[in-house]
C-alpha cells in the first residue's frame, strides 16, 4: 500500500502527468481549431455552389422592370427554366411587393401572382435569399 502512494507522490510521477495534461490540452485546441477552420470551409464552399450566376439575376431584373406583367412572368419562367443547378431544387422570383413572379418547379405554378409566405426551417442554411434592386431571388434547396 506505501508503493502505490509513493509513486504518485514521487516527482517522476508528478512531471510526466503535467507533461501528459499540456499534451492533452494542446490537442484539444488544435483540434478545435481545425474544425472551425473545416466548418467555415464547408460553408462557404455550398454558399458557392448555391449562388445564382449575376447574369440570370440581371436577365430576371430586366424582365421584371417591364410594364407587361404577363409576358415578363413567362420570360421569368423560361429563364429559370433554362438554369441548371443541382444544389437547387426551387427557385422563385419574388418582387418587392412580395408577389411570387416565376417559380421553377411545374408543379407550383399556381402559387405565381400570390403573396409570398414567410417560410419556417430549422436549418439555416435551407434557404438564400440574393436581392438585387427591385428582385429578390429565393432559393429552396434539396434536403439529402
Known amino acids: ?14 512531471v510526466a502527468m503535467v507533461f501528459i495534461l499540456l499534451l492533452l490540452a494542446t490537442i484539444e ?7 472551425r477552420q473545416l466548418e467555415q470551409n464547408s460553408i462557404d464552399s455550398f ?7 449575376s447574369i440570370i439575376t440581371s436577365q430576371i ?11 415578363a412572368n413567362q420570360s421569368i419562367s423560361s429563364i429559370l427554366n433554362d438554369y ?3 444544389q437547387i ?15 421553377s418547379n411545374i408543379n407550383y405554378t399556381d402559387r ?9 426551417t430549422s436549418n439555416p442554411l435551407a434557404i438564400l435569399a440574393e436581392k438585387r434592386q ?6 429552396v434547396l434539396h434536403t439529402w
Not at 485546441?29 to 474544425?35: D, M, P, V
Not at 454558399?47 to 450566376?53: K, L, N
Not at 427591385?134 to 432559393?139: F, G, N, P, Q
Open 1 to 14: 500500500m506505501n508503493n502505490k502512494l509513493k509513486l504518485f507522490q514521487s516527482i517522476n510521477f508528478k
Open 84 to 86: 441548371d443547378n443541382s
Open 47 to 53: 454558399e458557392t455552389s448555391v449562388q445564382v450566376p
Open 29 to 35: 485546441i488544435i483540434g478545435a481549431y481545425f474544425t
Open 89 to 103: 431544387s426551387d427557385i422563385e422570383v419574388v418582387d418587392n411587393d412580395g408577389v411570387i413572379r416565376a417559380v
Open 134 to 139: 427591385s428582385l429578390s431571388v429565393i432559393m
Open 112 to 120: 405565381v401572382g400570390q403573396k409570398k409566405r414567410l417560410v419556417q
Open 61 to 71: 431584373s430586366a424582365q421584371i422592370e417591364q410594364k407587361d406583367k404577363k409576358s
